[in-house]
């Protein structure tokens, strides 16, 4: 470990002790209830998650043919939140923009779990040189700052939202296979890991049932700022003019639309979609900050 | 102190190493060859193939890995046919201006951000605090390009106090001379490192204000400032050296965003401009640059807080 592990906001307190299981698991769960914050970030996250995928049931709207007939009309009980520059209806076009960003931040986080938890876990548990090349291409991975990765791999593919899904989690990885790693090598030496290598148990087995099971803790918690993280660079993608092209929508493709109408004082076409990425990435990171005080909460009782 | 230097340079080494292998292997797999940009679509076949063999193109993929490995060595970063201009020769135009934006907005940040986390730390679950918490939270969760277009709105479009766009200009001087306009890219960068920063700074306080040394400084009744300025500041200021190297990819991520939105002709605008000019060497050369930037910044945050906290260097591997 280097120093710079200290830094690290998701480390837990005690390295390799934040298994959840079991009992512990219930504790965690009434903690994590009992934590407002993080109950403010699951409401509020329940709330979007509702938002983008019943209300356009509740409320659908056209968001595939433009009507030039309606562009920009001002807020009104038609259109309560106006029109764009194209005539779609802005409140039903956020919800079914919800949907696409709330399905690449988790996609991308799932994606960037599994591989970095993996990665990790051999890295540390392999050992020797092994772990230094695998850990040092993580080095230089992160060395690279994520948004020129982004950008360099969306060079190569058109744009979609599975490709965007598969780039931002091809680049999130990173963090989660250090943590693992520096907890994996921790765990490694605790004496249950020799027994199950003394009784034969076969390295990949040892991997999955044991360590991987042990660092979930940590992992879980980390998705969570990864959901957070992959939300905020696909907002800077659309930005930026390289996420999906319409009429497939997302909340940052939407702030880049309003882009043209800042001096227009057509608020509804800058505020909203805006609001909308703040509220859903501020829920993630409260959930995520709320499970990983729940753990260490019990770290410190017992 | 020898084994730690030479232990963290040789990683460094090997990073930079790896940097330009990843950085090769995109290269090569981007659609479209170098011929075919340089010499336009309607190259004849044999032109492309003497092209080819000239640059070394023909030659196995080990074998172009080290002629490219050497051109970098020698400084060569490329050539870019949009700009009509080596990469180097972009660079030194371009570097000074980004320098400047992202310089100036970690000064203020860190300003704001060690002061605002000891506060913090001090008042701790006080109203304060979680005034302070909500707001790092909140400029934590903007996207960088919307916390812009929100400046802009207020105080360029509402209230004409700084223009909407960068200075503009060739060189740093040109850039400085119009400091109204860099008011707001500098406030935009600012504030989304200072979310960043300050929540650092105030685990960091924290976490030394349940120290056993406070307690003793408490004990013998020093007064509470000079707790605070002698031994909590100097303590919980330490890890931010490492922050500070850590943390530029994620700035520099944000200069692109901030160059981009402000118009501002920085490394980060140009490099936005040639993604969209799909010009692939000065893609690769910025990213072989900002890498080496992190790299080597990271090795001088590690090394002098090694020098600062003996605990570091002496930690077994």
Known sequence: MTSTDVLDPSAPLVPGESAVGGRGLRAAVRDFSHNPMGMTGVIALVVMLLFSFVGPLLYPTNQTHPNLLLITRHPSAQFPLGTDAVGYNVLGRLMVAGQSTLEVGLAAAAIATIVGTLWGAIAGYVGGWVDSVMMRIVDALLAIPALLLVLLLTTLVTPSVVMVIFVLGLISWLITARLVRGQVLVLRQLEYVEAAHQMGERAWRIVGRHLVRNVIGTVVVQATFEVANAILLFAALSFLGLGPPPPAANWGGMLNDGLNYVFDGYWWLIYPAGLCIVITVVAFNLIGDAIRNSLEVRLRSR | ?317
Do not use: C
């Open chain 2, 1 to 317: 102190m020898t084994r730690y230097l030479v232990r963290r340079v040789s990683q460094s080494v090997a990073v930079l190493f790896i940097v330009t292998v990843i950085v090769f292997a995109i290269l090569h797999f981007l659609p479209g060859s170098p011929a075919r940009a340089i010499l336009g679509m309607r190259a004849t076949p044999a032109a492309i193939q003497a092209f080819n063999v000239a640059n070394g193109y023909n030659r196995a993929l080990p074998v172009q890995y080290v002629l490219y490995l050497n051109r970098l060595i020698h400084g060569n970063l490329g050539f870019s046919y949009h700009f009509d201009q080596s990469v180097g020769s972009l660079l030194v135009l371009d570097l000074p201006k980004s320098a400047l934006l992202v310089g100036s907005s970690y000064f203020i940040s860190l300003l704001i951000a060690i002061p605002m986390g000891i506060v913090q730390a001090l008042r701790r679950e006080k109203p304060l605090d979680h005034t302070l918490t909500t707001f790092s939270f909140i400029g934590y969760a903007m996207p960088t390009f919307w916390l812009g277009i929100l400046l802009v709105v207020w105080f360029s479009s509402d209230l004409h106090l700084f223009p909407s766009e960068g200075p503009q200009g060739a060189s740093v001087g040109a850039a400085l001379s119009n400091p109204s306009a860099l008011v707001l890219p500098v406030a935009t960068l600012t504030i989304v490192t200072v979310a960043q920063f300050s929540r650092f700074m105030r685990a960091s306080a924290v976490e030394n204000l349940l120290q056993d040394y406070i307690r003793t400084a408490r004990a013998k009744g020093l007064p509470d400032w000079q707790i605070v300025t002698k031994h909590l500041f100097r303590n919980s200021v330490l890890p931010i050296i490492t922050l500070v190297g850590l943390s530029l990819p994620g700035v520099l991520s944000g200069a692109i965003i901030v160059e981009a939105l402000f118009n501002y002709p920085g490394m980060g605008w140009l490099f936005w401009t040639a993604t969209g000019a799909h010009d692939y060497p000065v893609l690769m050369g910025f990213t072989i640059v900002v890498a080496a930037a992190t790299v080597i910044g990271n090795l001088l945050a590690d090394i002098a807080y090694a020098v600062a906290d003996p605990r570091v260097r002496l930690q077994p591997s």
